[in-house]
């Protein structure tokens, strides 16, 4: 109970600031109708309960099932094992993923269905499976994480030469999508299992970092790979949600209810019976530590439920009208402003970053604190937002000017940042884009693009999650930098 009391606290803080400012805004800037309103007040009380129940499942029951397996894997030898594993376990829990199945339907939504959610969901749970299995393999065989890396860029730079714009920003997008709440505990867990039975205790800290930056790559490439192949380049966007005048407060609530608990039981589905079948053959539990992980993947369903009725039904809707409302006002500056505010606090609304911070403090023995991570992280995701906007604002700006000398400078200092950093900073990238940024922050996007006049909902309006997932990138290897030049000056005065 202490747990779940400990995790419905820092949900209610992570929540309360972006609350706080929509309330605000509608009595200042941007009134909005009374059933909308009480919808995301209602939909922010669901994100509250259904965030913390799911937190409290995952560290039960997700989390320890990703360390028993990560473990299990590693103990086999067998490179096979690791990979088939790797794919199994990625494509899986990447599909049961929730800010994928957000992502993926504002992605039908504007669309009109032409781009369908399940084709999205599978497409980037193939991507996501193919390069977790590597990135396990990479710890197997200690392959350094920095050449990994730059080699996996240089072919997302290569297929984006090819992939029309309104893709490109819906690839990158799904690259942060796909590491939310659910997958990183995972795949952190995995690659703690799989590393820390190595004899090398430092190659095993290092080594902890990076499965997430890895994996969610594979995204990237997935979709490109998809949009490529289907040529499916000319395919335009609007934002219904906008001009929705729906005047019944709760009608959305029981609407969702059933579609998304169906959605949910398919998605977890798998990873419980895999478990169960492990359990069987190679774990062999004992019961009492079986039906706890069970348990805690109970309460990991209902949790999940009732966060993503909460976020389609009344939270999502909110974000779009308000985007849309100030990009209506004469003065544009307000929206600027308000998107640096709203990026500066929606990383403390993103749970996972709560997980990655605290095994940065731990594996670092402090040396690193959560501290100097989250403020470096926030600064990040404030100016991600803020430039996304003027990217609207402004039609000649497109994302790859973001995009291209963005990851040139993040994969630059992998070669002159402690090593340790770069998996961090890495794995922080995925961490950012969690539940917040792929529910309000996205729908806030959007609905300045639909109000603008030039920009297009389908290239503009996505592409916010890609630039949330890159800025901390550069600004956690940055904060490595400044750690490594404090290091060499108290070495220095200490050699003095």
């Known amino acids: 109970m202490n747990v779940l009391l400990h995790k419905l606290r820092e949900v209610v803080i992570a929540v309360i600031p972006i609350t706080l400012i929509v309330i605000l805004l509608h009595f200042t800037l941007t009134p909005l109708e009374p059933f909308v309103l009480y919808r995301f007040l209602i939909g922010a009380a669901l994100i509250v ?40 376990l990625g494509f899986f829990i990447s599909i049961a993923e929730p800010d994928l199945h957000i992502l993926a339907g504002q992605i039908a939504l504007v669309t009109s269905g032409s781009v369908t959610k399940l084709s999205i969901v599978v497409i980037v749970s193939i991507g996501i499976a193919i390069l977790l299995a590597i990135g396990l393999a990479r710890i197997v065989f200690n392959i350094p994480l920095y050449k990994l890396l730059t080699v996996m860029y240089l072919i997302i730079f290569a297929l984006a030469l090819f992939t029309s714009p309104e893709f490109l920003a819906i690839s990158f997008d799904s690259s942060g999508a796909t590491t939310g709440a659910l ?42 790979i998809m949009s490529i192949i289907t040529k499916q380049d000319e395919i335009s966007g609007s934002l219904d949600s906008v001009t929705n005048n729906e005047h019944s407060l709760l009608a959305p609530f029981i609407h969702k209810l059933p579609i998304i608990s169906g959605e949910i039981i398919l998605a977890l589905f798998p990873v419980v019976a895999l478990f169960v079948l492990f359990n069987k053959r190679l774990f062999k539990q004992s019961k009492k530590a079986f039906r706890k992980i069970l348990i805690g993947v109970l309460f990991t369903f209902i949790g999940l439920v009732l966060f993503l009725v909460g976020v389609n039904a009344g939270f999502m809707n909110a974000g779009s009208l308000v985007g849309y409302a100030l990009a ?164 220095l005065a200490q050699h003095d």
């Open 49 to 88: 309960i259904g965030l913390s129940i799911f937190l409290f499942g995952v560290d039960i029951g997700i989390t320890p099932i990703g360390n028993v397996m990560g473990a299990t894997i590693a103990k086999s030898n067998k490179i096979w094992i690791v990979i088939v594993a790797g794919i199994l």
């Open 328 to 491: 209506t006002l004469d003065n544009k500056f307000y929206i600027i402003i308000i998107s640096l505010v709203l990026g500066l606090v929606v990383i403390l609304a993103e749970p996972a970053v709560y997980v990655l911070t605290q095994q940065i403090q731990e594996v670092t023995s402090g040396y690193v604190s959560r501290i100097a991570v989250i403020v470096s992280l926030s600064i990040g995701v404030g100016l991600a937002v803020a430039l996304s906007i003027i990217r609207i604002l402004v039609p000649e700006i497109e994302l790859w000017h973001y995009l291209l000398p963005g990851y040139i400078i993040a994969i630059a200092l992998m070669y002159i940042v402690p090593k340790l950093f770069i998996g961090m900073a890495f794995d922080a990238g995925g961490v950012a884009s969690g539940p917040m940024t792929a529910t309000f922050i996205l729908a806030f996007a959007q609905g300045a693009a639909e109000s603008i006049d030039g920009a297009d909902v389908l290239v503009d309006g996505f592409g916010i999650i890609a630039m949330v997932a890159m800025t901390p990138i550069i600004a956690l290897q940055l904060l490595g930098l400044v750690f490594k030049l404090k290091s060499r000056k108290r070495g």
């Open 183 to 224: 997958t990183v505990p995972f795949m952190l867990a995995l690659a703690i299992g799989v590393s820390t039975l190595k004899k090398d205790s430092r190659a095993s800290e290092k080594d902890s970092f990076g499965l997430v930056a890895i994996a969610s790559g594979g995204a990237i490439i997935a979709v490109m």
